[in-house]
């Protein structure tokens, strides 16, 4: 079946670093989602992408479509505290997401 | 817009028991989605409805699960005898279901379900 690649799986950062996370894909999408999840809540969708090649912002958050429609990559600018949380990608199949396996971001003290 | 509700937020049940989950979706969205979610999982659909019309449902959707949108709007999600294997977070999200923005779910805060 179709699967999304994510990486990192986690990533231990020092606050007011920036942070890079992508997502991949062996098929073409037309579509790209951002989400961020904290625990014991439902995900929230931060950026969502419809172009190759579109990049677009929402704060200290940028999100690009790769241009080949088969990756895309979020980037988080300076980051604080409330940034920690799992960050996921997906993309369309049809009439669902389907989902990559998510990007644990953990903030050291 | 006062988002997607969902209730109740936590469910605890022996297992064998029935159990019955509410989504009350954006008011405007169409499309209403069910997916569960296990921990360290992104999240796995499991049926939608375009308004009241129940459109798909995935193969992990057994008979022992049913979903409901009587009237287009709110929707229920019902496990009959439950098993411990259905413990996880169900999730509920919303989308417009047209236009250029027809991918775009909103989801709720989800309901936890833990069977004993």
């Known amino acids: 079946g179709q699967q999304l690649n994510q990486s990192p799986q986690s990533m231990f950062i020092q606050e007011g670093e920036d942070v890079s996370m992508n997502c991949t894909s062996s098929?073409?999408?037309?579509?790209w989602l951002w989400y961020k999840q904290d625990p014991g809540e439902g995900p929230v969708l931060l950026i969502a992408?419809?172009?190759a090649g579109e990049l677009t912002s929402n704060g200290r958050l940028t999100a690009q479509f790769g241009i080949t429609r088969k990756d895309s990559f979020l980037n988080i600018s300076a980051s604080i505290p409330s940034d920690v949380g799992i960050y996921f990608c997906?993309?369309?199949?049809?009439?669902?997401?389907?989902w990559g396996a998510g990007t644990k971001l953990i903030i050291k003290p | 817009d006062t988002g997607v509700s969902q209730n109740p937020r936590h469910k605890i049940t022996k297992r064998g028991q029935n159990v019955t989950f509410r989504c009350d979706p954006i008011?405007?969205?169409?499309?209403l989605y069910w997916y569960r979610q296990t921990l360290g999982q992104g999240p796995e659909f499991l049926t939608y409805?375009?308004?009241?019309?129940?459109?798909?449902k995935s193969r992990l959707l057994s008979d022992r699960f049913s979903a409901e949108r009587p009237k287009g709007s709110f929707s229920t999600l019902e496990i009959q005898r439950t098993e411990q294997g259905d413990s996880a977070m169900y999730l509920c999200?919303?989308?417009?279901?047209?236009?250029?923005?027809?991918?775009?779910?909103?989801f709720g805060p989800g309901t936890r379900l833990t069977v004993t």
């Open positions: 992408l419809y172009k």
């Open positions: 409805f375009q308004n009241e019309a129940q459109l798909e």
């Open positions: 098929s073409i999408f037309n579509t």
């Open positions: 008011s405007e969205h169409n499309r």
């Open positions: 999200a919303s989308s417009l279901g047209i236009g250029g923005r027809l991918y775009e779910q909103y």
């Open positions: 997906a993309t369309d199949s049809n009439y669902q997401l389907i």
